[in-house]
């Protein structure tokens, strides 16, 4: 059968014509046609991935259960790069043996927190059959080295495999190579199950996945403290950009429309406009139908406007934000529902900011209010942008009712900055709470909030010396990624992520937490935590987008103690560099080089 196509046009006619004629092909045997839907079904069904795989070798055999070459030989193979191809010779294997009396167990420290799994490399052995082993990834010391227990005990301290498996048992096959797991870690212990067999591995590397993009913006200062936890804010943010955007790479896995927030911020401040921030918005509004809150939480659905506003002025996507505009109108309305008589915020479903303030109602209510304010400006802002004259009206309307109200401080400093971000106490005000007791009563989630409120009452010395204390303490305690939760006064005489534990001193990971993050569940790679990243980019390098889109940008450094800070910033159209230098009579000497679509004021 031929089927010949003038000038190359197919009409809808001709589609259905060769359509049909496939499907009598199909039903009457022909097995050309046959081969043919079948391959088109298979295509339909491969889903591409979007992260990279690599391979990283250990770089520290920092346990083993024994050093007189019974259970444990030759380990230090397992710190040498495999090229991933076994061969046929036992020559140069790291080999584990358990017997009766002890079992063969190794622990790997792979230098930095990662997300993926393992791949082991058996070689040749006497016997065929698989050897079992368990195999227990930590982010912490302390887990790796701990035991999985049933997270339904109340007060549990203990590891668990909640989201993630992370203590498993594994068949290891003769003279092959075994993938498995899939949570964040930094340390593997390996132990050898079955007794009175040797298995001789060659290999035990980490699956690196991660999404393949450039480090476009950058921050270097005088001080070294600063640029790390720059740079480990941005490096949290990056092991979070999985498949969506995630809240925690081995626990809280999931799309937290709220947490997103400093997230995307840093995500604009360190790697520009990613796909990752739209898919994961729009997994926010296409799962929850309205008049359902995101996440069932109220704050999360007033976060989602914020972060679209604030995502908007960084990329000035239009067409993406006209596409928001028919949900944003009917959540609007919502919102403005729950305004009381007073100018009063009522918000129903989960009434939630952070875990710190969960258990404080008086506080939460101060907080929502802020958040009313703060997401009906957003509605607004983004009504002048699509040109909808009637959101803007309904927005002006709500403000103004919101205007009328006024909650208390509470002495918390959660409430403190976002009364001030919302303009309804002075930043002054708020930052005599912020400040007081340094980083005590900090979080890592809403401590960005914290910082952004020192900023507008001018308290940027301030600001950076509780970064140092508070983001750098999780540094001093290991940290190569920032954590689900820190409480500053823990930190003294503290058994760090990276140590053995020692019951005579406080553990910062088995001891530490409360709410869903107790102990070892706790996650060490939270991308919430990134908020100082983002913050010294903006008001320390001073980059500060005006125009949407970054059309026009002001330059404004604020280097307090600083001897000289320099960056990049990704645009649309390039990056902008700027190194702003102190003199010695105080002032600051700048060099700034844009690209020409990028309107520089200073």
């Known amino acids: 059968m031929h089927f010949k196509i003038q000038n190359n046009e197919i009409n809808d006619n001709m589609k259905i014509t060769v359509f049909l004629t496939l ?342 209510h101060s907080g929502l209010q802020s958040l009313m304010v703060m997401a009906v400006q957003a509605g607004k802002d983004i009504a002048l942008w699509i040109n909808d004259e009637e959101l803007r009206k309904k927005c002006d309307t709500a403000l103004l009712s919101l205007s009328n109200y006024s909650p208390a401080i509470h002495g918390n400093k959660q409430a403190a900055a976002l009364l001030a971000l919302a303009d309804i106490i002075s930043p002054a005000e708020a930052s005599q709470v912020i400040l007081k007791d340094g980083g005590n009563g900090f979080a890592t989630f809403y401590g960005y909030y914290m910082l952004e409120a020192l900023a507008k009452d001018g308290k940027y010395q301030k600001a950076m010396e509780i970064i140092s204390d508070y983001w750098g303490a999780m540094l001093d305690l290991g940290a190569t990624t920032f954590w689900e939760n820190f409480n500053y006064e823990e930190r003294l005489n503290a058994v760090g992520i990276d140590e053995f534990p020692d019951p005579s001193r406080f553990n910062i990971h088995a001891d530490s937490g409360d709410h869903c993050y107790i102990g070892l569940r706790a996650s060490l790679c939270h991308g919430w935590a990134s908020g100082p990243t983002a913050w010294l980019s903006q008001h320390i390098l001073g980059i500060q987008v005006i125009e949407p889109g970054i059309k026009t940008v002001r330059i404004h450094p604020n280097l307090g103690n600083l001897k000289f800070v320099e960056g990049t910033f990704p645009t649309p159209y390039g990056d902008i560099y700027v190194k702003h230098v102190k003199q010695a009579d105080g002032t600051i000497k700048s060099k700034i080089k844009a690209p020409e679509e990028v309107r520089i004021l200073r």
Not at 54 to 79: F, G, H, M, R
Not at 85 to 112: I, N, P
Not at 198 to 226: M, Q
Request: charged fraction near 25%; charge should be neutral; aromatic fraction near 10%.
């Open 23 to 364: 499907c009598l092909c199909l039903t009457s045997g022909n097995i050309y046609a046959q081969k043919y839907l079948s391959e088109r079904a298979f295509q339909s069904q491969i889903v591409k991935d979007e992260i990279t795989r690599a391979y990283i070798t250990p770089v520290k055999i920092t346990w083993q259960s024994d050093k007189q070459n019974n259970q444990v030989k030759n380990p230090e193979v397992l710190l040498t790069q495999f090229d991933g191809q076994l061969t046929t010779s036992r020559k140069g294997m790291c080999v584990l043996r358990s017997d009766e009396e002890a079992q063969a167990s190794v622990l790997l420290d792979f230098g930095k927190e990662l997300y993926g799994g393992i791949e082991i490399a058996a070689a040749i052995r006497p016997e065929k059959r698989p050897v079992k082993v368990r195999i227990r990834l930590g982010e912490s010391l302390t887990e790796a080295m701990s035991d999985c227990i049933d997270n339904s005990v109340p007060g549990i301290k203990s590891a668990t495999n909640n989201h993630a498996l992370r203590d498993f048992t594994l068949e290891i096959p003769w003279l092959g190579t075994v993938e498995i797991g899939n949570s964040g870690f930094r340390f593997v212990r390996i132990d050898l199950l079955d007794i009175n067999v040797e298995l001789p591995i060659r290999s035990v590397r980490a699956i690196f996945r991660y999404r393949d993009i450039p480090y476009v913006g950058s921050f270097k200062s005088d001080n070294e403290r600063l640029n790390k936890i720059w740079k480990t804010g941005a490096y949290t943010v990056h092991l979070n950009m999985q498949e969506y955007l995630w809240d925690g790479i081995k626990r809280d896995r999931l799309v937290w429309l709220g947490d997103m927030h400093p997230e995307v911020m840093t995500i604009s401040t360190v790697f520009g406009n990613n796909e990752v921030v739209k898919k994961s918005l729009d997994f926010g509004r296409d799962t929850t139908p309205l008049p359902g809150w995101m996440n069932g939480i109220s704050s999360y659905s007033l976060w989602w406007i914020i972060t679209h506003r604030d995502f908007y002025v960084y990329h000035g996507d239009l067409d993406y934000l006209k596409e928001q505009q028919s949900y944003l109108s009917v959540l609007i309305d919502q919102m403005i529902s729950k305004i009381g008589p007073k100018g009063n915020e009522e918000l129903d479903g989960g009434r939630f900011l952070d875990w710190p303030t969960s258990e404080n109602p008086k506080v939460i």
